[in-house]
Each structure stands twice: as C-alpha cells, then as structure tokens.
C-alpha cells in the first residue's frame, strides 16, 4: 500500500477544503458589488388578513465585473438604445403564465444607467383566474453610480401580493442575508457569459441576457 508524501497530503486537504466552502459559481469572481433580484409572493385571506400559505422570497444576484460591463458595447443613438442588460422571470415554475417580471438596463447618452422593470402574468385564487392589473405594473429609475440603484413594485390581487426589487449590494455584505444563488448570463450571441448556479431546487426562475436594441 502506498502513502502520499505530507506536502502533497496538505495540499489535497487544503483544495477540498477550499471547494467546501464556496458558495456559489461566481465564488471566485472578482467583484466590488452585485446587481441583486427580489421576488415576493404573499398569499393571505380576504376576511382577516392572515397568511394561507407559505411566503416565498427569492434572490438572485449578478456580478458587476469588469467582464459584465464590457458587454455594454452598443452605445445609445437616435434610433437605438444601445446595448441593454435583460433578466426576465419570477413566475412559479409550477404554475404557467404565473407572475414573472423584467428588468431592462442600458447606459443613457449622458453615460447614466436606467432601469426600467414591468410584471404581468396570471393567478388563480380559489379556483378564480385573474389578469395582472392594469395598467401593467411598471417603473423607471435613472441613476449615476450603481450603488444608487434601490426599486421595488408590488402587484396586489385579492388574496395575494406579489412584490419584486432591484438593488445595489456590496460585496462585502452580499451574504449578510444568507447565500443568494447567482443568475446564469448569457451574452448578446447568446454564448455563456456567467453560467450562474443550479436554480432547479428554488420554486421562482430566472434568465439574464444582454441584447441589442
């Protein structure tokens, strides 16, 4: 029976013990913060207020690297927007046309982001189908600094309230919360930018693309 040398033990012990505690794909990405994904769903009871079913609030989070902010190529014009930074989701993967959201990003001419986010879908509360409401949700902030970014809208249906968000965190304090799976990035040839964590455990989904517009 053969033994491995002590420096090769130690470096074995070192590299699983590294793996173990990753947290996430972009574990090792260099990054000063994170565009941050919030979706709520809020089931409750039209006669007294109180909660009929589990509260599901999910994140997700995508790296503002110097590699993401490369893929902002296309810059605004007359006719054109430019570049933009597309994730789209939110709707139960159990549930068909349930309520999903969209964020939509591109640079400004005067070199600003703004972001402009929209829901819509379809619920059905005790067995009664109900159109998102209208007119659609939407909202549009225009920022300097990506730390300036903090949005949210909420959707209430009778018997439900489904809220989403869009905010700036700092590396620092990404997991202050608890982990945040990252979101899969695809740029606009669609090859693989960011291939994102294994989301098929979490109720809500999501996709991320940058395209041109």
């Not at 997700?60 to 570049?83: A, D, H, I, R, W």
Request: glycine share 8%; net charge neutral.
């Amino acid at each position: 029976m053969k033994f491995m040398k002590p420096k090769l033990l130690l470096g074995l012990a070192l590299v699983l013990s590294s793996n173990l505690f990753l947290p996430s794909a972009y574990a090792a990405v260099e990054t000063n913060g994170f565009l941050v994904f919030e979706v709520g769903r809020y089931t409750y009871s039209v006669t007294n207020n109180r909660a009929t079913g589990p509260l599901i609030q999910q994140r997700f989070k995508v790296p503002l690297t110097e590699e993401f902010m490369s893929n902002f190529k296309g810059v605004p014009g007359q006719n054109s927007e430019g570049t933009g930074f597309r994730c789209a989701g939110g709707n139960l993967k159990t549930s068909e046309y349930s309520t999903g959201f969209t964020w939509w990003i591109h640079k400004t001419a005067d070199n600003r982001w703004r972001i402009n986010m929209w829901g819509e879908g379809v619920e059905t509360i005790n067995g009664v189908k109900f159109d998102s409401p209208r007119p659609t949700v939407s909202q549009d902030l225009t920022i300097r600094h990506w730390e300036d970014l903090d949005m949210s809208y909420m959707f209430s249906y009778p018997g439900m309230n489904i809220s989403f968000e869009a905010k700036y965190v700092a590396a620092k304090d990404i997991d202050a919360d608890g982990p945040i799976p990252a979101a899969p990035v695809r740029k606009a040839d669609r090859t693989e930018l960011f291939k994102g964590d294994d989301l098929k455990q979490y109720p809500l989904e999501i996709s991320c693309i940058f395209q041109e517009d």
